[in-house]
Each structure stands twice: as structure tokens, then as C-alpha cells.
């Protein structure tokens, strides 16, 4: 398979842009259309990946007819430790604290929420549930050769979007939807609670997105369910983008005043002692995962906790 790089994600542009130029400059029997033949046969195989092959992971034409029926896991595109029910709408990870990653069994709209619950929380593990969006077609990967984490494993192996969910959101009983929206933004709730920003890169345009989840670490069993059977989960749109308010709670603790900024990927949904914490155990935020070099107090929220 051939090599490509993460900005020749789209396939079906280039082809059409061959096409075009064959149709402007060229007659039939062009070397346009071998180019053509040669863009269709390839794989996308990640540079410097040294674990198993993933050729046979491809991308969905930008064209592609996109069902509208009930979400369910894919059947076949699973972790090595999930085990999925008959209906393929429970997703349980046998054992360890990886290998739990499952993707919708087709493409998801933008805006179209993505409902689960949390079925099962296992103690003793860091961490828990991840989600997020891919270009990646479940239809044509192997199992087998899926990685153990979607953070970062496959995030670096592909065109896919996700992050980990705060300990709040993945609590056993919780429902917890998550969707992106045409700027790219992925968002996410739990319960009827507001909506928390988890990153604004998601590449919508081009091709169509599946949705990933990662049943990890603290989180043991999710359930798909219907967005329509709860109306908080489907209501809300446009969904602006939140902001820290003097009202909003820590997304960690759940008890202080949300009055800090991480630098320089900006989530700012931390009080000023988690967000040391975390500074200080991980230096990595979170929502996103990237590196912290810095936390600030913002200040139109300074309070006696942070000061």
C-alpha cells in the first residue's frame, strides 16, 4: 500500500482533480486516467507507525450514501477485549484497562447527537470513557489490528478526533451524549447538564465521520441508546461555545468555582486546585490531552479559592 500523510485525507477531491484536468486538457487514454486507477488502489498507512499493519483502513467517498438508522456498535471493528450483545447496542470490555475501542456502525451527521449510558464503572484504573470522530470506515478495517487507545494511539494513526471525558461525566448511570457541530467542534454533556467544549479541530468537510468510543480504564460497559427518547439530548441547537461563567462548577471536583485557564490549549472548566493538581501530576489538560505549560487565573473570576 502506498504511504500517506494526514493532509491527503480526502481521496476523492484529488481524484476529482484529475478528472478535471483530463476533461479540460486530455482525450480518452490520457495518463490522467492511470493516475486516476493508481489514486483509487490506495490504503492509508500511517508514516512511522511500527506496530501491526493497518492496511485496509480506507476513507469513505465524500459522496457516500449515509443511512439514517438507529446508531448500534460496528460488528466487526471492535477492540480485542470488547464484547458486544446480539443488538450490538452494549459495548463491555472483558478485562484489563485498553483494547475497548468501537465505532458507530455508520457515518454520523454534524449535529447528530451520539446518546450512551455508562453501564459499569470499574475502580482502580485512571481514567475512563473516551469519544470523538473519524474518517476511518469500520467497514473495512481489522479488528485486530485496531490499537489500544484511541488517545493518542490512533488519533496519530489516522484521521480521527477524541478526547477523554471529565471522572464526572462517566460515573455508572450517567448519560452522556456527545456530538460535533459544522465549525468542527466536539462537544459533550452528561445528563441535562451544559455542554462542555472538548476541542475545536474536528475536520467535518470532505468525507463523512464515525463516531469512536473508548471503553478505558474506570469505564467498563456503555449502552447506545436513542437520542429521540430524551428531549435534552436532542434540544439546544445552535450550541454556542462555553464559556466560564462565575456560575459554572469545576468539571473535576464539582465543587469549586471554574476560574482557571490552561495554556496553550485554553480549556478553562478547572478550579484553580485541580487545575494545579493536574498541572503538577500529568501536565497534560484533561479534555484534550495536550501539554500544559501553564495555568492562569482568569481574572474577571479571581475568588478567595484561587487568589
Known amino acids: 500500500g502506498a504511504v500517506l500523510t494526514k493532509s491527503f485525507v480526502c481521496l476523492p477531491a484529488l481524484i476529482q482533480k484529475f478528472q478535471d484536468g483530463r476533461d479540460v486538457n486530455?482525450?480518452?487514454?490520457?495518463?490522467?486516467?492511470?493516475?486516476?486507477?493508481?489514486?483509487?488502489?490506495?490504503?492509508?498507512?500511517?508514516?512511522?507507525?511500527?506496530?501491526?499493519?493497518?492496511?485496509?483502513?480506507?476513507?469513505?467517498?465524500?459522496?457516500?450514501?449515509?443511512?439514517?438508522?438507529a446508531l448500534s456498535f460496528h460488528g466487526d471493528a471492535t477492540g480485542a477485549q470488547v464484547h458486544l450483545d446480539d443488538l450490538r447496542s452494549t459495548a463491555h470490555r472483558r478485562s484489563t484497562f485498553h483494547d475497548g475501542i468501537v465505532f458507530s456502525q455508520r457515518p454520523v451527521w454534524p449535529g447528530e447527537r451520539v446518546a450512551l449510558r455508562v453501564l459499569r464503572h470499574e475502580n482502580g484504573w485512571c481514567g475512563g470513557l473516551r469519544v470523538g470522530f473519524t474518517r476511518l470506515d469500520p467497514a473495512h478495517m481489522v479488528g485486530s489490528c485496531l490499537p489500544p487507545f484511541v488517545c493518542p494511539d490512533l488519533e496519530e494513526q489516522s484521521p480521527t478526533w477524541a478526547a477523554l471525558l471529565p471522572e464526572g461525566f462517566v460515573r455508572a448511570g450517567n448519560v452522556v451524549c456527545f456530538w460535533v457541530n459544522r465549525r468542527g467542534w466536539l462537544f459533550a454533556k452528561v445528563n441535562a447538564g451544559r455542554p462542555?467544549?472538548?476541542?475545536?479541530?474536528?475536520?467535518?468537510?470532505?468525507?463523512?465521520?464515525?463516531?469512536?468510543?473508548?471503553?478505558?480504564?474506570?469505564?467498563?460497559?456503555?449502552?447506545?441508546?436513542?437520542?429521540?427518547?430524551?428531549?435534552?439530548?436532542?434540544?439546544?441547537?445552535?450550541?454556542?461555545?462555553?464559556?466560564?461563567?462565575?456560575?459554572?462548577?469545576?468539571?473535576?471536583?464539582?465543587?469549586?468555582?471554574?476560574?482557571?485557564?490552561?495554556?496553550?490549549c485554553g480549556h478553562s472548566h478547572f478550579c484553580s486546585s485541580c487545575a494545579w493538581h493536574v498541572f503538577k501530576d500529568t501536565a497534560k489538560c484533561p479534555m484534550c490531552r495536550w501539554q500544559i505549560e501553564e495555568v492562569t487565573v482568569v481574572p474577571s473570576l479571581k475568588t478567595e479559592e484561587g487568589s
Open 196 to 264: 462542555l467544549l472538548l476541542r475545536k479541530d474536528v475536520l467535518v468537510q470532505g468525507a463523512p465521520l464515525w463516531a469512536v468510543m473508548d471503553v478505558y480504564g474506570t469505564t467498563k460497559a456503555i449502552e447506545l441508546l436513542d437520542p429521540k427518547a430524551n428531549a435534552w439530548i436532542t434540544g439546544g441547537e445552535p450550541v454556542p461555545e462555553p464559556e466560564v461563567t462565575s456560575g459554572e462548577e469545576c468539571v473535576i471536583c464539582f465543587h469549586n468555582t471554574a476560574n482557571t485557564r490552561l495554556i496553550p
Open 26 to 69: 486530455q482525450g480518452p487514454g490520457s495518463h490522467f486516467e492511470g493516475v486516476e486507477r493508481e489514486l483509487m488502489q490506495l490504503t492509508w498507512e500511517p508514516v512511522g507507525y511500527n506496530g501491526p499493519s493497518l492496511t485496509g483502513y480506507s476513507l469513505c467517498p465524500t459522496d457516500a450514501e449515509v443511512p439514517r438508522e
